[in-house]
């Protein structure tokens, strides 16, 4: 199974809607919640090759995107072999 990491922040439904797919596909994934967290937020723009905007998906520290590359993936049939189904 891989490792995927979502950088997100409250009240933001384009994180709860790349929540959704995953919880839908039946996966785990670590949540990094950059609201009111500088020190999560530098690690994100960092990781991210400087974007700021959330959320931001990883799969096995392959940075994917956002949600709607997130689903993308999926409506090309990508996202289940990357994320190992």
Same mark, same amino acid.
Request: overall charge negative; hydrophobic content about 35%.
């Given at each position: 199974?891989?490792?995927? %990491? +979502?950088?997100?922040?409250?009240?933001?439904?384009?994180?709860?809607?790349?929540?959704?797919?995953?919880?839908? /596909? *039946? =996966?785990?994934? /670590?949540? $990094?919640?950059?609201?009111?967290?500088? %020190?999560?937020?530098?690690?994100?723009? /960092?990781?991210?090759? *400087? +974007?700021?905007? =959330?959320?931001? $998906?990883? $799969? !096995? %520290?392959?940075? =994917?995107?956002?949600? !709607?590359?997130?689903?993308?993936?999926?409506?090309? *049939? %990508?996202? !289940?072999?990357? $994320?190992?189904?």
């Amino acid at each position: 199974m891989a490792t995927i %990491e +979502v950088y997100s922040s409250d009240r933001c439904p384009y994180c709860v809607k790349a929540k959704a797919l995953l919880d839908r /596909k *039946g =996966v785990e994934y /670590k949540e $990094i919640n950059v609201t009111d967290d500088d %020190e999560a937020r530098v690690a994100l723009v /960092k990781k991210a090759n *400087g +974007v700021r905007t =959330v959320p931001q $998906i990883f $799969i !096995d %520290e392959n940075h =994917v995107g956002g949600c !709607d590359d997130l689903y993308e993936l999926d409506r090309k *049939g %990508e996202l !289940d072999p990357m $994320i190992g189904l």
